[in-house]
């Protein structure tokens, strides 16, 4: 089954202590990115790649990493979490367009649940 | 700037009523595309539409329909005869097309759905 995953779904933590949010899709995707979802705000992209060793700044990086070693998997890195990093986490993968600069749909994970005390 | 614009936070209606979700955008490109996501209170987004700013055609899709236009920066979801299955959040995304396929979020409308 095609599809993004992402671990953990859930996961509390406290200021300070390193984390990392795995995804992984299997649909030869090049294109992956993070988003975070916030109440009000809709969702927001932290990182995104467009293939192995590309990594871009979104909208919102501050305080996290990402890497992209393998096409499948680009895990996000929080170095030190703060609380304003409390959020709903989206992973996301899309294939490149065939022709020009044709935007795909991006196919999400379930979504990992954040909370940083 | 870029940005998208969904004004309604919540919208309720009773079963078998239809209801349009809008969607108001801004870019200067010329050449961007248009997305509807659907989040189900599972938590998942589910795609359900792309359009890109060349072909302003509305859609039909069973009972989902968008309108498309681009004179007035809008790209409007209209769903007929709800139902309680259609209860979730809907966001509508641009993605501007030079900008390595980022997809730029409304803050989504909350639709319930009362049997």
């Known amino acids: 089954e095609a599809q993004v995953t992402q671990n953990p779904r859930y996961l509390i933590t406290v200021t300070g202590k390193k984390l990392t949010v795995t995804c992984s899709q299997n649909?030869?995707?090049?294109?992956m990115s993070w988003y975070r979802q916030d109440p009000g705000l809709g969702l927001r992209q932290i990182y995104y790649?467009?293939?192995?060793?590309?990594?871009d700044k979104g909208d919102v990086p501050e305080g996290y990493k990402v890497s992209r070693k393998e096409k499948r998997n680009f895990p996000l890195i929080l170095e030190s979490p703060s609380p304003n990093q409390t959020s709903l986490y989206f992973c996301?993968?899309?294939?490149?367009?065939?022709?020009?600069?044709?935007?795909?749909?991006?196919?999400f994970g379930p979504g990992t649940r954040l909370t940083v005390l | 700037a870029q940005k998208v614009t969904q004004a309604q936070t919540e919208i309720s209606v009773v079963e078998k009523e239809d209801v349009t979700l809008d969607c108001v955008y801004e870019?200067?490109?010329?050449?961007?595309?248009l997305f509807w996501y659907k989040q189900p209170p599972s938590g998942e987004l589910v795609f359900l539409i792309r359009?890109?700013?060349?072909?302003?055609q509305n859609e039909i899709s069973g009972r989902y329909s968008w309108n498309f236009q681009k004179s007035t920066s809008s790209f409007n979801f209209t769903i007929t005869a709800s139902q309680v299955v259609d209860s979730a959040v809907y966001f509508c995304?641009?993605?501007?097309?030079?900008?390595?396929?980022?997809?730029?979020f409304g803050q989504g409308t909350e639709l319930s759905v009362k049997p």
């Open positions: 996301a993968s899309s294939k490149h367009g065939t022709s020009g600069p044709t935007v795909n749909e991006q196919f």
């Open positions: 995304a641009l993605a501007p097309s030079n900008q390595g396929g980022k997809l730029i």
């Open positions: 649909m030869n995707h090049e294109y």
């Open positions: 870019t200067r490109d010329t050449t961007y595309y």
């Open positions: 790649s467009m293939n192995v060793e590309v990594t």
């Open positions: 359009r890109n700013s060349f072909d302003e």
